[in-house]
């Protein structure tokens, strides 16, 4: 068959056609999509786990499936009670916060009135007319929540389905690969799919290591410092890192203003910079230790992707953006046509793979990805 050898423009008006076209896609289809690959990266963390169940203590597919998926909802639930009873000592004292913030709020009114000439009276007038718009809109506001609570609540009821459904047919997505991009291209297929299961298995893990560090080292911190709620706090530096780059400065913005109704606004300002040395020890020797994989990311793409998850996605889809990166990357590398796309999302110490290792991967028949070969 002859090949086709299209011009320079007609290649790239085809690429930004396709861009957009999955864009659009992703954009339209957030409400299965997003759970889908929350499913697809933790499905393949509990394979493992799945396949000892079913291997050594001779589970049945579907009891193999459903226990480890048992054991992730546990851990979840342990966090989450966790934080709650962390949260509760927060609710015991909101009444010392409310006259730590009406004390705060005088202190502002005081403040203003000195630097900008402004009266109290029409300072409480701006505040009662803001308090009013409020008000008014309170039971939109409070609907509106009570429905996002129950999109959370569904959300993640399918994540815990499509895992399981994930895990039970495990061997026949993976069939259905082979078969899609055909025989001829199954050493490619069971190369990459070998990859994406190493790589996002050291990511979330790695990632759950990192959490942990950074919630110890802003805890430590806090607690040298003697601020309220260092544990509470530390915690939540530790949750919202997760998210890149936005997450850490999300949590330093709330530890500050809880520091600041608490304490005032000069040991506020101090956990803000102990918030930014936390992210700088992070970013520079927890994340690259432990996170750091072979698919190197430069951190201008890490960003754009942020962004774009969040503008498609919303919150999962900045949390998501890493790791769709990273298994878009690891396609483009180990397909010809798609290396240059490999070498731009890359970063500038980019290595590109060795072209003899698929033929040391995939040597003999049982050089088959595990979830091939396991039975």
């Not at 260092?230 to 890192?241: D, E, K, P, Y």
């Not at 949590?251 to 040395?277: N, R």
């Not at 790791?323 to 010809?336: M, S």
Request: one cysteine or more.
């Amino acid at each position: 068959m002859k090949t086709i050898q299209l011009p320079f423009y007609a290649k790239l008006a085809l690429t930004i056609i396709s861009i957009l076209s999955f864009g659009y896609l992703a954009y339209i289809g957030k409400e299965i999509l997003a759970p889908l690959i929350i499913a697809f990266l933790f499905s393949i963390l509990l394979f493992p786990l799945a396949a000892f169940f079913e291997k050594r203590c001779r589970l049945s597919r579907a009891a193999a499936s459903f226990l480890p998926l048992l054991l992730l909802i546990a851990g979840v639930v342990l966090i989450m009670f966790f934080i709650g009873s962390e949260i509760s000592t927060l609710t015991n004292d909101l009444p010392l916060l409310k006259q730590q913030v009406a004390t705060s709020g005088n202190d502002m009114q005081q403040w203003v009135k000195t630097h900008f000439n402004i009266n109290i009276s029409k300072q409480m007038s701006y505040v009662h007319k803001a308090t009013e718009n409020l008000l008014s809109s309170s039971g939109a506001v409070i609907g509106q929540a009570i429905l996002s609570l129950s999109s959370v609540l569904l959300f993640l009821v399918f994540i815990c389905i499509y895992i399981f459904f994930m895990l039970f047919h495990r061997r026949l997505l993976m069939h259905f690969l082979i078969e899609l991009f055909h025989k001829e291209n199954s050493l490619i297929v069971y190369e990459i799919v070998e990859h994406i299961q190493y790589i996002i298995k050291k990511y979330i893990v790695g990632l759950f290591f990192e959490m942990c560090i950074v919630a110890a080292l802003a805890s430590i911190t806090l607690l040298l410092m003697g601020v309220k709620y260092s544990i509470l706090l530390g915690i939540i530096a530790g949750v919202f890192n997760v998210i890149p780059y936005v997450g850490i400065f999300s949590a330093l913005a709330l530890a500050a203003l809880i520091t600041f109704t608490t304490a005032g606004a000069s040991k506020a300002l101090f956990v803000a910079i102990a918030f930014v040395c936390v992210h700088l020890v992070d970013s520079n020797f927890v994340m690259p230790r432990i996170v750091g994989s072979k698919v190197k990311i430069n951190a201008l793409v890490v960003v754009l992707g942020v962004v774009l998850g969040e503008m498609i996605w919303g919150l999962s889809g900045m949390f998501l953006s890493i790791p769709v990166i990273a298994i878009l990357k690891i396609i483009a590398d180990r397909i010809e046509s798609l290396k240059p796309w490999g070498l731009l999302l890359g970063d500038e110490d980019y290595v590109k793979p060795d072209p003899s290792e698929p033929k040391k991967v995939l040597k003999d028949e049982q050089a088959e990805p595990e979830i091939i070969k396991e039975k």
